[in-house]
C-alpha cells in the first residue's frame, strides 16, 4: 500500500474555539452536525474479527459480527474532487482520545494484509474525523478518499431493516403480518411473521443455503428448497442468522411500493438521507474509476486485485448495497437522528432487541467483560456493553470488509470499510470504545500475532 504520511498536528482556533488540527491522512471537521451531503463539499486530505477466518476465497457472508470477520455480517459515491465552500463554527471540543485513535487506525492501515482503509467518527452527532489510507488497488497508486466506492456486504440489511420500518410507519405493510407461504414455506406448524423473519428468528438453521448462493443458484431457487428443511426450533424461539430466507425482504417490499429492490432503497433512503453515491450490486460498484478493489485470501502471498462481482448481488436486500465512506457517515447520521434523520417510530422499530442471539456473544468471547448480552433487531444488531447500549452491524465479503457501530443516546458512531482480508481492521471498533469509555487500553490490534 502507499506510505503514510502525517500531514500536521496541533491546534488551531476555528470560530473562536480549538480544534486538533489534520492528522495523518486523517481530517478532522468542525463538528457541525450535518453529514458532507449537507455541509457542502469539504476538502478532504488524501496521503498517498477477533478470530482468524478460515473462510474460501469466494464469497461467503457469516455470521459472527463486527468484532470477527467470520461471524461477521455480510456503500458508495461518485464525486468530483470537493472544494471548501465554508468554514462551519466549531461549537463543541473535540474528543479527548482523538490522537490516541488516529495513532491505532495508522496501525491498522500499515498491516502487511491491509490495502486500503476509510473511516469515520461522530460523536455528538456531529462529524469529527474521517481518515483514509491506501489504495483502491495494490500497486495502482490510486489513493483511497472518502468517495471511494466500497461493498457493504451485510451492513446491506440495516438498509434492508430501515426500509422495512419506513414502510410499515407508512401504512403500506405490517410487519406482524405471518409470511405467506407463497413467498417463503418453511417446515413446521406454523409460519415466521415478517418481524421474525427479519430478526433473524425463522427457526432454519444458520446460514441455509448460503452455499447454493456461492455454488451459483438463483435466489428464488434457493429459498424455495428452505421448505424441505428441518427447523432447529419455532419461529421466533431462537437465533438463526440468514441470507437466503432474509432475502424474502424484497418480494413483500416489490408488491407494497411496486419498485424492484435497488429503486426503493434508493427511492426510501438513499435519496432522502443524503447518499448521493450508495448503489446496488456490482453495476453500481464499478459505474466509476474510483471503486475498492477486493485483495482476496487470508493467506495470500502477495495482493493482486480481484473483480467486484459477487454472487451475493443475488440477495440484495441481505449484502448487496455499496457506499463510499461519505454515505457511510450519512447512514450513521440518519439513525442518529441528532439533528435530523430517521422518525422515531422507525428508529424504535428497528433497535428494539428482539431476539437473543448467543451465537454472536460467543463470537465477542475475548470482550465478554464488557460485552455480555447481544441481540437482534430489525436489521441492527444491539450489543449491551456495560450499561451502554450500541447499535451495531459488520459486513464481509471476500475481500471487502464494513463496519458501523452506534450509542444513540451519546450520539456516537465510528464507521469504516477496508478492500482486502485481514484481521486488523475488524479490531477497530472495540479499540475505538476502549478509548473513549476508558474501559480498557484500547489495545486489540497489539494481540494479533
Known amino acids: 500500500m502507499g506510505g503514510l504520511k502525517r500531514i500536521m498536528t496541533g491546534l488551531l482556533a476555528v470560530g473562536g474555539a480549538l480544534a486538533f488540527a489534520a492528522l495523518a491522512q486523517a481530517q478532522i471537521y468542525p463538528p457541525d ?3 458532507l451531503s449537507r455541509m457542502g463539499a469539504i476538502e478532504t486530505v488524501r496521503t498517498d474479527k477477533l478470530s482468524e477466518s478460515t473462510a474460501s476465497d469466494d464469497d461467503h457472508d457469516s455470521a459472527v459480527g463486527p468484532f470477527s470477520p467470520m461471524g461477521g455480517e455480510a456503500v458508495m459515491a461518485t464525486a468530483t474532487e470537493p472544494v471548501v465552500k465554508a468554514s462551519p463554527v466549531l461549537r463543541l471540543e473535540p474528543p479527548p482520545y482523538l490522537a490516541a485513535l488516529t495513532e491505532r487506525l495508522d496501525q491498522a492501515a500499515t498491516f502487511d494484509r491491509t490495502v486500503g482503509l476509510a473511516a469515520a467518527l461522530i460523536e455528538n452527532g456531529q462529524l469529527a474525523m474521517t481518515y483514509t489510507a491506501g489504495e483502491t488497488a495494490a500497486g495502482s497508486g490510486e489513493d483511497v478518499t472518502a468517495q471511494t466506492r466500497f461493498r457493504a456486504a451485510s451492513v446491506s440489511k440495516s438498509f434492508t431493516g430501515v426500509l422495512l420500518a419506513i414502510l410499515e410507519s407508512e401504512g403500506l405493510i405490517d410487519l406482524d403480518d405471518e409470511v405467506p407461504t407463497a413467498i417463503l414455506d418453511l417446515k413446521g406448524p406454523d409460519q415466521p411473521t415478517w418481524i421474525e423473519l427479519m ?17 451459483g443458484i438463483s435466489a428464488a431457487d434457493a429459498r424455495a428448497r428452505l421448505s424441505t428443511v428441518d427447523l432447529v426450533c419455532r419461529p421466533g424461539e431462537c437465533y438463526t442468522y440468514q441470507n437466503v430466507a432474509f432475502s424474502a425482504a424484497e418480494l413483500l417490499i416489490e408488491q407494497a411500493t411496486g419498485l424492484s429492490y435497488a429503486d426503493a432503497v434508493r427511492q426510501y433512503i438513499f435519496a432522502p438521507y443524503g447518499l448521493t453515491t450508495a448503489g446496488v450490486g456490482a453495476d453500481d460498484l464499478v459505474a466509476d474509476s474510483n471503486w475498492a ?13 480481484g473483480s467486484g462481482a459477487s454472487r451475493y448481488d443475488q440477495v440484495p436486500s441481505a449484502a448487496s448495497i455499496t457506499v463510499s465512506l ?15 434523520g430517521l422518525p422515531a417510530d422507525v428508529r424504535e422499530r428497528v433497535f428494539t432487541p428482539y ?6 456473544t460467543r463470537g465477542l468471547d475475548p470482550l465478554r467483560a464488557r460485552v455480555d448480552e447481544t441481540y437482534y433487531g430489525l436489521g441492527w444488531r444491539v450489543y449491551q456493553w456495560g450499561d451502554r447500549t450500541l447499535i451495531a ?10 463496519q458501523v457501530v452506534m450509542e444513540p443516546e451519546t450520539g456516537f458512531a465510528f464507521v469504516a470499510l477496508w478492500n482486502a482480508d485481514g484481521r486488523a ?14 474501559d480498557g487500553p484500547g489495545d486489540w490490534l497489539d494481540q494479533i500475532d
Open 355 to 360: 431476539v437473543l442471539s448467543p451465537r454472536e
Open 33 to 35: 452536525g450535518q453529514s
Open 425 to 438: 481492521p475488524w479490531r477497530l471498533w472495540p479499540t475505538v470504545m476502549d478509548l473513549r469509555t476508558g
Open 326 to 340: 461519505n454515505d457511510m457517515i450519512a447512514w450513521a447520521q440518519a439513525n442518529l437522528a441528532w439533528i435530523d
Open 293 to 305: 478493489r477486493p485483495h482476496r485470501g487470508w493467506a495470500r502471498a502477495s495482493d493482486r486485485p
Open 393 to 402: 452491524h459488520a459486513g464481509y465479503l471476500s475481500g471487502y470488509g464494513a
Open 199 to 215: 430478526s433473524q428468528s425463522s427457526g432454519l438453521p444458520p446460514n441455509a443455503y448460503d452455499n447454493l448462493i456461492e455454488g
